[in-house]
């Protein structure tokens, strides 16, 4: 059986790639320019474009499974195309459909929801590798600047939000679930410094911005007003579901969620100079 990934260069992405590659499965991966995507070795890159359809159809052929992201285009707008991909994959054979969901409704995850096929909703909260976006200053400085720094976050290793991805595809019974997949603790943004400093084995000074001084520093990095909005808000006032723990990932895929932790091990190299 043959799994078509959508958004497989992504963080999620390229995750479910491996995750369906480690369980022995024959795995196809989506993009748009083949010429400058990395896969590992046995994955068959094809060409396609969510938001041209059509481009979809050599893709889809003898596909059984169908990971697909909400999203595409420039300025990641929300796909309109849903219908006609759906309409293809039945065509194709698919039977089953994992989405993952970008942190609200969208006309695809919809169009999806109110399909015949068996469906599952992989919705995961903070992604641990965001503590990426700190690697710069932490390297240059040994410092982390962001506002309301008491806020919480359930935060959750990119790879098992794959792992949930790979099991909904592969296996029965998790048809018409939505899945929120979180990590196995809440975490201060003084949390989340503290472990990448001992992984890294150096201080890294924590800054607290006050509100009008991050807007200042998106807006100074090209972020758009939608984007610092969105920040404001979940930063703000983070909603219930983003730090409240949830056992999806054991009960899923049989093992633990893997900790920030273990995420700081495996990336320390990116906070060291």
């Given amino acids: 059986m043959t799994y078509l990934v959508t958004g497989a260069t992504g963080t999620v992405g390229s995750q479910i790639v491996q995750q369906l590659l480690d369980r022995g499965h024959s795995v196809r991966a989506l993009t748009r320019d083949p010429a400058t995507a990395t896969f590992p070795a046995g994955v068959d890159v094809v060409r396609g ?106 935060m959750v290793h990119e790879s098992d939000i794959g792992a949930v991805a790979a099991v909904a595809l592969t296996e029965d019974g998790h048809g018409g679930q939505q899945y929120i997949v979180t990590g196995p603790e809440v975490l201060t943004v003084k949390d989340k410094t503290d472990v990448l400093a001992a992984a890294r084995k150096r201080e890294i000074r924590l800054v607290e911005l006050t509100k009008e001084e991050a807007v200042a520093e998106w807006r100074a990095a090209g972020q758009p007003d939608e984007v610092i909005d969105f920040l404001l808000e979940v930063y703000g006032d983070t909603p219930a579901v983003g730090r409240t723990v949830l056992d999806t990932v054991e009960k899923v895929t049989g093992r633990p969620a893997r900790t920030f932790t273990e995420w700081a091990a495996e990336h320390t190299d990116a906070f060291r100079a």
């Fill in 49 to 154: 474009d969510l938001t041209d359809p059509a481009s979809l159809a050599p893709a889809l052929a003898g596909a059984t499974g169908l990971h697909l992201i909400t999203f595409g285009g420039p300025y990641f707008a929300d796909l309109e195309t849903g219908p006609q991909i759906l309409e293809l994959a039945r065509a194709a054979g698919v039977r089953r459909i994992t989405v993952l969901n970008g942190g609200g409704p969208t006309p695809l995850e919809t169009a999806v929801r109110e399909s015949d096929f068996t469906w599952t909703v992989v919705m995961p909260v903070e992604f641990m590798s965001n503590a990426l976006s700190w690697a710069e200053s932490v390297k240059a400085s040994d410092e982390v600047r962001e506002p309301f720094v008491e806020r919480l976050s359930a």
